[in-house]
């Protein structure tokens, strides 16, 4: 899969290295993440005033404070003003995708105030709403991230402090939030608060829990007597690599073949199949891995 390899360490060698490696389906899951956030924000985050931090906390109780300007300007300005920075700090190092799921989720929250305008929450059950103020945007970020992209905003605070300071960067952006979540109590009163600090301690769960769904393959130790076939379907129909080993049975001391391989989900289903229809007396391990890397996968450029 191709990426645009993006490093903000700020040496000319990382930025020499940096290249455009980034096809259209890696943008139609940019633009999904963005826009599920600002979905999120928007329909579920603005109208009840939940400030569970970031960009979209801040521009939330500015809204409410400077009430002449909407929540999704603010979001949008303070956006672009960090993407600025971002730009002026690290230059060519700052990575083409953030800039590009910034401007869409901001964009994209701002111009949902002209299509469709909210006075009010959706619902009168603020604890359902806060569910999916939380959970749209965190798989939203969690598909952002898995791309190796984000959606600006603090991220690139984060990124300033990573280089030019050794403060612990997610304990820092955890108190900043937890900061801006704190003043919204006093902002919109204490069941607003309290809701936003639910949401922001659900927040991070929910973006661990989808990351690691999404990176979720299966890892394959196939050990059979009939390994042609086995190796061909691997390579030719998943479109997969494979190592193969020699063994012993330790009982039978019969030779065997040893097929390891890593597969999605959906092909881990095919290649069991196909195995034991293939050898009905192969015997097949298949693990999780959340992390791998190597060609087709992490860590290739």
């Known amino acids: 899969m191709a990426y645009w390899e993006e490093n903000a360490s700020g040496d000319n060698k990382s930025k020499g290295n940096a290249r455009w490696r980034l096809p259209w389906k890696d943008y139609a899951l940019l633009t999904l993440g963005s826009l599920m956030i600002a979905i999120g924000v928007y329909f579920f985050k603005f109208p009840n005033h939940f ?8 521009a939330i109780i500015f809204g409410h404070i400077v009430p002449q300007m909407s929540a ?11 993407l600025l920075l971002g730009f002026l700090v690290f230059g060519r190092g700052f990575g083409i995708r953030t800039a590009y799921c910034s401007l ?8 949902l105030e002209f299509i469709y305008p909210m006075s009010a929450p959706m619902t009168t059950q603020p604890l359902l ?9 965190a798989i939203g970020s969690a598909i952002l991230f898995n791309l190796a992209a984000s959606s600006g905003g603090t991220d690139v605070i984060a990124m300033i402090l990573r280089r030019y300071t050794a403060l612990n960067i997610g304990v820092s952006l955890l108190l900043a939030d937890f900061l ?11 069941e607003t608060g309290l809701f936003s600090i639910l949401g922001l301690a659900i927040k991070s769960m929910v973006i661990d829990l989808v990351l690691e769904n999404i990176m979720v393959h299966k890892s394959f130790q196939i050990i059979t007597s009939q390994p042609e076939s086995i190796i061909r379907f691997i390579v030719d129909v998943l479109h997969r690599g494979a190592t193969t080993l020699c063994g012993e049975g330790a009982y039978t001391h019969e030779n065997k073949t040893v097929i390891m ?4 989900r959906a ?3 095919q290649l069991r199949n196909y195995a034991k229809q293939t050898d009905p007396g192969c015997f097949i391990l298949i693990t999780n891995t959340g992390e791998i890397i190597g060609k087709g996968f992490r860590g290739t450029l």
Not at 51 to 58: H, K
Not at 72 to 82: E, K, P, R, T, V
Not at 129 to 137: G, K, N, R, Y
Request: aromatic share 12%; charged share 0%; net charge negative.
């Open 51 to 58: 400030s569970t931090g970031g960009v979209s906390g801040l």
């Open 72 to 82: 999704g300007a603010f979001m949008f300005l303070i956006n672009q003003a960090l």
């Open 104 to 111: 869409m989720m901001s964009g994209g929250t701002w111009a």
């Open 129 to 137: 709403e806060l569910i999916f103020a939380v959970s749209l945007p």
């Open 180 to 190: 801006i979540t704190i003043f919204a109590c006093f902002t919109f009163g204490m």
């Open 261 to 264: 391989t890593v597969v999605n």
């Open 267 to 269: 092909q881990a289903v």
